[in-house]
């Protein structure tokens, strides 16, 4: 399997290393450390204001001093340095490194576009032809690396929704972990029996139901011990809300202290 993880030279970006560990832990893994450097007249701000994290330094002593924190796992831990606008440069890096997955933290931002979660992540999504596991701004920062032991799944009826089941699949195997296929507010037929299916398969898993308002429910399950990884498809929308993700899973990821594994159906 092989990981992609987008730094900018920042300590926010590097949220996703324990999680790149995670992953190298595990056999056939790799990771490509990917630093892209944006040029002044990239447009995402900053929390300290336009350009505050893209200080200058020298891109190869960064990404060397990052792989020294995956020096465990040295042969299979690749850097890559792009220049660039930041979305591109890692979406053809998806493409060039033949990326499984794509390992990615998030900035909130203010105003009119906070159901945007930052452009970079936004168009990285819409243009991904592989999951995207996002720590939100919301996600608590891991000490060391995850093990993760329940992965929640929502689904809603809908063909696209239940299009992160393999993707979720996938990830609880790696792991080990079970899975939870949650839905809120609608009866959603043969989803016990798709449970019964997967737990019959060797993947521990169980069908729940919430009530109320759809991203409360999921957050309010989320709290509960032992969800660590929730996993959903995102609308796949076009003209000027190409960029925003349906306001279920766009505040799931806003405010979720897990990270969510993302996927805009095709």
Known sequence: MKILAPLDGTAESEA??????????KPETSVDLLHVSPGRSDEEEAPGGREASWVPHDCARYLDRVRDRLAAWSGRVRVVAEVGP?????????????ADLLLLRTRSRQGVSRLLFGSTA?????????????LGPGARKPEAAPAPRRV????????WSARILADATRLARLFGASMTLFHAGRDIPGLGGLAERLSGEGLPCAAVEGSGDAAAAILGHVG????????MATHGRSGLSK???GSVAERVVRECPVPVLLRRPG
Do not use: K, N, T, Y
């Open 86 to 98: 930041p979305a591109a440069a890692i979406l053809r890096a998806v493409r060039a490194s033949a």
């Open 243 to 245: 960029l925003i993700l």
């Open 152 to 159: 929640l799944v929502p689904l809603d009826g809908s063909d």
């Open 122 to 134: 936004a168009e990285v999504l819409q243009g991904s032809p592989v999951p995207v596991l996002m």
């Open 224 to 231: 509960l011990p032992g969800c660590d990884v929730v996993a």
């Open 16 to 25: 996703v290393l324990p999680w790149a560990e995670a992953f190298l832990g």
